[in-house]
């Protein structure tokens, strides 16, 4: 398939969260009739996932969209199945109920696999089940428990959630009445949040310290089968009675794709798979360490102009670049933070304010809209054309330093902390 063929191309996205979802809505905008999408994915609904952490502080309610939504004013067409293997000498995909599917580009958006960091924890967030964090602070209330940990694991890229469930467990606590219980939040970060860089930890330690949080950074935790915690380095025991913790991610192995050895999807920065011709894949499911919604959508938005561009959209294909944008739910309101990662794109910063718009919790150049749109009762799908992408940060100065493909796949290399130096300052 080529731009000189009249025919749209025809694209197949696998997967309906969030990567999918913001490939779908930047294709259709980007190269109109020019291409036809099927979305495969298994469930009916799109749920906006990170707001899983504010469901048991009643801090907002789970946001669940139907997918169909999308096919309003999109040449987008659902298919309610999930990908089974791939095969691309035929570009071909196998669905798991038995169908096949011809693609000419196939985006794979299908995320990771969660499983749990430590046997003897809480481990919130690989589920849509958020109970479980209601039932400890019910007996933190009643005086049952009397310290939680908050463990970020070795190899969890994305810390972001636990330190909303210290915080809103802290402020729940304190209207609660109770002041007895010890909080601590044990990291192998060195600084909180750094990823975001320095302006984002302070303002964040600041946050921790104000509700009463301890925090241990350097440390790597072990929880034992008796849920005894030690902390290397130095071998420190912590006491707490109850633990929680995020889980750990694996890479989804679709079989006739490629995998890098954690089961992660090799990439370049258009999110072409690398080794595969007219495959490409977004989101937590492709080889980039930090597995989270914002990038994921910019992985998308790379692949989808890539792909317009193939159809005969006139653009320029702009590779990768990552800015990182985290809105921290902190039981009174949030903390915008952003940092971007590929450096020449303006500093870290941390505001009570917005920095960006619109700001969902999620920030995707299309998925913010397309979500404020039907939050707002919208039932039009997004408009086509689509409007302008409004996001007030993108008046930053975008300078292209691409990082060497080894050192940005080592999440350390992000830490402005590390002693792994800032990928930008060794291109
Ligand atoms: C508690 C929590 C809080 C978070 N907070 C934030 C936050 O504040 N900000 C942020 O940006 N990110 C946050 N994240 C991370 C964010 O949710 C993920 O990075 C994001 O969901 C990844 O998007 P994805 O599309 O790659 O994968 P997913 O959202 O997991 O979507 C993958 C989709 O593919 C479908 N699928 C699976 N297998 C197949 C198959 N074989 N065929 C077809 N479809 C398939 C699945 O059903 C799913 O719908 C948070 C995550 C959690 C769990």
New binding site residues.
């Given amino acids: 398939m080529s731009a000189s063929s009249h025919a749209p191309l025809h694209v197949v996205v696998?997967?309906?969260?969030?990567?999918?979802?913001e490939a779908v809505l930047a294709l259709g905008d980007l190269a109109g009739d020019a291409v036809r999408m099927t979305l495969?994915?298994?469930?009916s609904e799109?749920?906006l996932?990170?707001?899983?952490?504010a469901v048991p502080f009643a801090a907002d309610h789970r946001r669940r969209h139907p997918l169909r939504e999308l096919t309003r004013n999109l040449p987008v067409e659902l298919r309610q199945?999930?990908?089974?293997a791939v095969e691309p000498d035929r570009h071909v995909v196998r669905l798991?109920e038995g169908g096949e599917l011809h693609y000419d580009a196939l985006v794979v958006?299908?995320?990771?696999r969660?499983r749990p960091a430590y046997q003897r924890a809480l481990t919130?967030?690989?589920s849509p089940r958020t109970e479980a964090l209601n039932g400890l602070l019910a007996d933190l209330d009643e005086h049952y428990s009397r310290s939680v940990a908050f463990i970020v694991a070795p190899g969890v890229s994305?810390s972001?959630?636990l330190y909303?469930l210290a915080l809103m467990t802290a402020a729940e606590v304190w209207s609660m009445g109770i002041d007895d219980v010890q909080l601590e939040l044990i990291t192998p970060e060195s600084a909180p949040l750094a990823i975001f860089g320095p302006a984002a930890s302070s303002a964040v330690a600041k946050l921790l310290d104000d509700a009463g949080v301890a925090f241990r950074p350097g440390a790597y935790a072990e929880v034992d089968a008796r849920g005894r915690i030690t902390v290397r380095p130095g071998g420190h025991e912590v006491e707490a009675r109850r633990v929680v913790a995020?889980?750990l991610l694996d890479g989804?192995r679709?079989p006739g794709v490629p995998a890098d050895p954690h089961g992660f999807i090799p990439v370049d920065d258009h999110g072409r798979v690398r080794g595969l011709d007219d495959v490409y894949a977004?989101?937590?499911?492709?080889d980039f360490p930090i597995?989270?919604?914002?990038?994921?959508c910019q992985q998308a938005d790379a692949v989808a102009e890539h792909l317009a561009a193939r159809a005969g959209a006139d653009l320029e294909p702009r590779p990768f670049r990552p800015v990182l944008?985290?809105?921290?739910l902190t039981g009174h309101g949030a903390q915008y933070l952003r940092n971007p990662l590929h450096g020449g794109a303006g500093e870290s910063r941390a505001s009570d304010f917005q920095l960006w718009s619109p700001a969902t919790?999620?920030?995707g150049r299309y998925l913010s809209l397309w979500l404020n749109h039907l939050d707002a009762g919208g039932t039009r799908g997004l408009a086509t054309p689509a409007p302008a992408p409004p996001h007030v940060d993108d008046v930053d100065i975008e300078v292209p330093l691409p990082a060497p493909y080894e050192l940005r796949r080592r999440t350390l290399a992000f830490d402005p902390y590390s002693p792994v130096r800032h990928p930008v300052s060794r291109a």
């Fill in positions: 696998a997967g309906g969260g969030i990567a999918g979802v495969v994915a298994p469930d799109f749920e996932k990170p707001l899983r952490t199945d999930a990908v089974a798991a958006a299908v995320g990771a969660p919130f967030g690989a994305w972001l959630p909303e995020l889980p989804p679709v977004a989101g937590d499911g492709a597995k989270q919604g914002g990038l994921g944008r985290g809105k921290l919790k999620v920030s």
